[in-house]
């Protein structure tokens, strides 16, 4: 695996490899690196010629008062991982790179970002589609694999590739979970044992309105106000929001149908993690 | 010369174009063209193996309430012009193709798409450079050729190809003129008689800024002052503005330096006319 800092550097090699005929696969991340995002690198290597994994804590991405500052950071570790999931180059640019100063643009997919996530995190996607359009023109990727762990930002991301005639193909990794169900993240490390144990609220609420929808309940605000009232008897854990929605254009849906996702972020403690799960009947 | 419609037509043909190794030079023009456009053309000509012209009156640059319903259309004219100045390939998208129902992103430059034209019209650059992204990433021009007539566009196009690692370079053409210095634009056609003579307090205000600095006047307030109380005399002239600004981040300027550029908007009846020029020791 070889490591590049450098846009010019990345460039360079982008166009000696589109020369070569490669199809490139890319892997945004924010590092600190789990089984979710080497299951992403593994999708990667099997549609691609060459895997580029990025690894950049986007600070537009994070508000004022969030974990930028604390985000778990361990380059070492995470090129170690890399190397053993046969990735091929590691992109790290540092923030003088991909902002320097008198930075002035922004891209913004207007109504998707406002919502959920957007809602509690302002501003947060407008982070995340102008570093993703950013990366995109350095890597030039055939294909980039997001996870649907961060199912909003998988929709988004389609979203900004198809207005913007991107000739990207946008591809999504299932959620990768501990043994126990909990939805890997790299926010986990933050939490106390306790926490972790009550964080499996998130993953027990999906399974709880899978049974209920097996069971033939449609209804959304019943199915929502019976996960509202399991949460609730958690202690450690804090509702942001529970919404079924359909899972191509976000809209809430008052009756579970063909294209129905629960999206769920809840805090617990401290840290606000979130899980999905599609609601088929 | 070909006409292609299709957005899927066109990047297929630049795929090939691509693949033969042409080095591509775009001209985005919102069509009725004029000599200024034409030597945008011949620019582009000079510079690439292939010469590809967009006409599209891009609905979302244009304010409620603006000119866009009576923006002057002559696809048959422009076609002739294009053919005569040695065009390879018009790219002529309708709504549907640039904006599908459902169209939701959005590209903005920050704080120089608020100023000086953007302060009169609020959201006008966010449209062009959303539309000129998606341009872009149809095109995939090697060079694409901006009018310097429009100066702040220019100015934020570049900057947006800079922070978004865009590969392509722009290049500026110079202001093209009728006889008397009036500044080529579809909207003259606009003018009547009578506004038409007085359109030319614009031109003149240039060449009057050219000679105070010539004859040492260095103080951009006084420069300023005089150019306001010329133009005070037309009768259907109303300044929009008049700025000395600094010719690469259009900061304002209290004094002549190297790279000042002075930048005018009038409006003339109802038609807001813009013209600049710089203003060198």
Known sequence: MITIEKIRDMKRKIDELKNA?????????????????????????S??????????????QFLPGEDFERYPRDIKRD???LVEAGCDILFLPDDNEMYPEGYLTYVSVQKLSKILCGHSRPGHFDGVTTVVLKLFNIVKPDY?????????????IKKMVQDLNLDVKIIPGKIIREEDGLAMSSRNVYLSKEEREQALCLYKSLNLAKDLVKNGLKDTEKIISEINNFIKK??????????IVDSENLEELKEIKDRARLL?????GKTRLIDNCELSL
Do not use: C, W
């Open 21 to 45: 005929g490669k199809k490139i696969g890319f892997v945004p991340t924010m590092g600190y690196l789990h089984k979710g995002h080497l299951s992403l690198v593994e999708i990667s290597k």
């Open 47 to 60: 549609i691609s010629d060459i895997t580029i994994v990025s690894i950049y804590v986007n600070p537009k």
């Open 79 to 81: 090129k170690d991982l």
């Open 144 to 156: 980039a694999i997001f996870g649907e762990k961060d199912y909003q930002q998988l929709i988004i």
């Open 264 to 268: 769920l972020a809840v805090r617990i």
């Open 234 to 243: 958690f202690d450690k854990a804090e509702i942001d929001y529970v919404k």
